[in-house]
């Protein structure tokens, strides 16, 4: 059974500073998806990773993939009080994809001013 | 906006009762999954429609049940309900094969 965890589960950091969350898996998966959610709002897609060395960036956010450590990060880079969310990171635990996604229990972030 | 649109945004429901929640999925999307998110934690996997056919369930009990449309809608029920059964639905349309999943806004179901 594909186990996704995620760490750490809270965060809060100062604005302006730097962080990574790590998402491990426990099983063979060539599909990585990241999440945003805000509070009592559904799911924001972030980022799809589908390679080993798969990096991906979109503002102050990174994502890389580690395929053979079955390990991802999620990098913040001098954060905003706006990057305040949960963030998600999930797993298809299918060879090619089948939709069907292991979620961690998500790392819940606040930047503090 | 995702395109997927989901109905109602809230229900109350007592113990015991069911509950039918309501998904509109992106035209053209043939492949429906419903996930529950109870509070705090992370989406949990119920099932999947592909083609109007249940194509994969996760660990829930058969009270949970679904239904996909020709016209993209689909639906979830849950029978008997418990208090536990309280959470966020979530539907997710994709188009079989594509990497991107579009989540819907989900229903957020209180049980008393």
């Known amino acids: 059974e594909l186990k996704v965890e995620q760490n750490p589960l809270f965060l809060s950091m100062q604005e302006g500073k730097n962080y990574t969350i790590y998402c491990n898996y426990s099983?063979?998966?060539?599909?990585l998806y990241w999440y945003r959610q805000d509070p009592g709002k559904s799911l924001e897609s972030l980022f799809v990773?589908?390679?080993?060395?798969a990096v991906k960036q979109e503002g102050r956010l990174m994502a890389s993939l580690d395929t053979k450590a079955r390990l991802s990060t999620l990098h913040i880079t001098a954060a905003v009080h706006d990057l305040s969310a949960t963030y998600f990171c999930a797993v298809d635990p299918t060879q090619g994809g089948s939709e069907k996604l292991v979620f961690g229990k998500g790392t819940k972030l606040t930047v503090n001013p | 906006e995702t395109g997927v649109t989901q109905s109602p945004t809230h229900l109350i429901k007592t113990r015991g009762q069911q509950v039918t929640l309501r998904c509109s999925s992106q035209s053209g999307h043939n492949t429906v999954s419903w996930y529950q998110q109870a509070l705090g934690q992370g989406p949990q996997f119920i099932f999947q429609y592909y083609r109007e056919e249940e194509n994969g369930r996760g660990n829930f009990p058969p009270r949970f049940s679904g239904l996909q449309f020709p016209n993209y809608s689909s639906e979830l029920n849950v029978n008997a309900l418990e208090l536990d059964d309280s959470a966020l639905y979530l539907c997710?349309?994709?188009?079989?094969?594509?990497?991107?999943?579009?989540f819907g806004s989900g229903t957020q179901l209180s049980v008393l």
């Open positions: 990773l589908l390679s080993n060395g």
């Open positions: 099983t063979t998966s060539d599909r």
């Open positions: 997710a349309s994709s188009l079989t094969g594509s990497i991107k999943l579009f």
